[in-house]
């Protein structure tokens, strides 16, 4: 083993710059000297303010408190994504996290409910789903981990928060706990004339930063995996043409909704996501459609409160870098690359990139095999997630506007078309690997939701009493209604459990 790493430089503060300083320092201690470089003077992206439910197991292994947490960046609860006008322009539909059905079977539960379907039985899918349950009515719970306790057992919760007031409530954590902060632009990446390697940074008040390990995360300029060590991009516009996106806040008005709200527009997407104090609003386009004056009166036309700021332009152009870790650079969140929001991945990816390289954390000789390993798992991750996304605009009905008639028209990874087509043969879903995130439920979900209808269905599950399964279905259904009915509204659970903000009731009226 070769000598161990001693110091770490984060570039770049924001989410991902303080979920990593963090992390790395909960994991390395005093052992390692942890420094994160960042400027007042420049912005942040910050429009990411939806996740998806590991983000819990993150803030729990930073040792954050949970209510302190929700009140400080005035978060909600999220039980999935609501996705209106995605197949055509009056359908609707929810991707829930957590299962369908009461958990293991002889197979799979959607082979059982598939199989029922055909014969006018089994009821609706999300009859079978507590989160979209809860989720309809406006409630939100505690999970209970024990599978007696079905459906309750599937109740997962994500979080909806303001990404800045993450990003600050992080930054006091870790200075309180031993992380260095300091303020400066950097000017110039400085390399090790031998092997590349980069030796330090320099600020614009002449100061140099050295390091062991540094962590990119300049966004989208990737200052030290792009700028200096040139690790190149890999280009998903042909598939995921979105490349802009206006966002804005609004005022919120009536209930705080415990999901997100994805709702299609004529070129893009538009976001909805209620926090405590104010509710989150933008528009994901590809301008090839659609002007960005035309896309910021779409926005503003659409909102369901008063607007609380101008809307913000973002650009950016999808895919991902094509070396996350390249010699003693690790990128992070943006400076790894773009997917674009719609399945709230953003910040769940800096999550996984933090995970891997606590699992493949170097010595000062850097292996190889080492980095490759890292670079190999999270492309594969990226990739399984990117497939997950296209997904959406390939399985569209809609073409009513240039845009949909061109997203159902494009052409698909194999990757995706082998799962299509194994899906609507007979209805066949798999996870690839133990790096893939979405769950076959999340693939059920949109698959059924955009109108994918398996031809046939495993015949295996044809052989039973049809009666009897429906019968049981029913009474899970059931179970379900009545446990979601059971449920405290979202906004009394936050308060319940002193979790909402003492100055959120005021800003949100």
Same mark, same amino acid.
Request: glycine letters at 10%; charged letters at 25%; proline letters at 2%.
């Given at each position: 083993m070769g000598e161990p790493i001693q110091s770490i430089l984060i570039v770049g503060g924001g989410t991902a710059g303080w979920m990593a300083a963090a992390a790395l320092k909960r994991a390395a201690g005093p052992h390692v000297q942890v420094r994160l470089v960042e400027s007042d003077d420049i912005g942040i992206v910050g429009v990411g303010e939806a996740t998806v439910p590991p983000i819990r197991d993150f803030n729990a292994m930073i040792e954050l408190d949970e209510a302190e947490f929700m009140r400080e960046t005035r978060a909600s609860l999220k039980l999935g994504i609501q996705f209106n006008g995605w197949g055509g322009a009056d359908s609707a539909y929810f991707h829930p996290f957590g299962t369908f059905g009461a958990g293991p079977t002889l197979g799979d539960f959607h082979h059982i409910w598939f199989n029922l379907h055909r014969q006018g039985l089994g009821g609706d899918l999300h009859d079978h789903a507590i989160c979209t349950q809860a989720a309809r009515r406006g409630r939100v719970g505690l999970r209970d981990?024990? &599978?007696?306790?079905? &459906? #309750? =057992?599937?109740?997962?919760?994500?979080y909806h928060f303001d990404a800045g007031l993450y990003a600050r409530y992080l930054r006091r954590v870790c200075e309180g706990?031993?992380?260095?902060? #300091?303020?400066?632009?950097?000017?110039? *990446? !400085?390399?090790?004339?031998?092997?590349?390697?980069?030796?330090? *940074?320099? %600020?614009?008040?002449?100061? *140099? %930063?050295?390091?062991? %390990?540094f962590i990119d995360c300049t966004g989208f300029r990737g200052l030290l995996i792009e700028?200096?060590?040139?690790?190149?991009?890999?280009?998903?516009?042909?598939w995921l043409p979105m490349n802009r996106a206006m966002a804005v806040p609004c005022a919120r008005t009536g209930p705080l909704t415990p999901y997100t709200t994805a709702t299609?527009?004529?070129?893009?997407?538009?976001?909805? @996501?209620?926090? !405590?104090?104010?509710?989150? =609003?933008?528009?994901?386009?590809?301008?090839?459609? @659609?002007?960005?004056?035309?896309?910021?009166?779409?926005?503003?036309? =659409? %909102?369901d409160g008063e607007p609380l700021a101008e809307p913000r332009p973002l650009r950016f152009?999808?895919?991902?870098?094509?070396?996350?870790?390249?010699? =003693?650079?690790?990128?992070?969140?943006? +400076? +790894?690359?773009? @997917?674009? &929001? #719609?399945?709230?991945t953003s910040i769940h990816l800096v999550q996984s990139g933090i995970y891997k390289l606590l699992q493949h954390f170097p010595d000062r000789d850097f292996s190889p095999a080492n980095t490759a390993a890292y670079n190999r798992r999270l492309g594969r991750e990226v990739e399984l997630i990117r497939d997950f996304v296209i997904l959406h605009y390939h399985a569209t009905t809609r073409d009513d506007t240039p845009f949909w008639r061109r997203a159902a028209a494009m052409a698909i990874p194999d990757s995706l078309a082998e799962r299509v087509e194994a899906f609507r043969d007979r209805g066949l879903l798999f996870q690839v690997g133990a790096d893939e995130y979405f769950s076959m439920g999340s693939w059920l979900a949109v698959m059924v939701g955009q109108g994918i209808v398996p031809r046939s269905g495993n015949p295996l599950y044809g052989l039973g009493d049809a009666a009897r399964s429906a019968a049981g279905m029913t009474a899970f259904a059931q179970r379900v209604a009545q446990m979601a009915d059971a449920l405290p509204e979202h906004e009394a659970f936050l308060r319940s459990r002193n979790m909402w903000a003492p100055d959120s009731t005021a800003a949100a009226a």
């Open positions: 981990s024990d &599978p007696r306790r079905a &459906p #309750l =057992n599937s109740l997962f919760t994500a706990r031993g992380v260095e902060r #300091l303020e400066g632009q950097v000017v110039e *990446v !400085q390399q090790r004339a031998s092997d590349g390697f980069v030796s330090g *940074v320099r %600020l614009d008040d002449g100061r *140099v %930063l050295e390091a062991d %390990l700028g200096a060590l040139k690790a190149g991009y890999e280009d998903w516009s042909h299609a527009r004529a070129a893009g997407w538009q976001w909805r @996501i209620g926090l !405590q104090h104010r509710t989150g =609003n933008g528009y994901v386009y590809c301008s090839d459609h @659609i002007t960005d004056d035309e896309a910021r009166e779409t926005l503003l036309a =659409n %909102l152009v999808t895919g991902r870098r094509k070396t996350y870790w390249d010699r =003693n650079v690790v990128s992070l969140g943006l +400076s +790894s690359g773009f @997917i674009e &929001p #719609l399945e709230s």
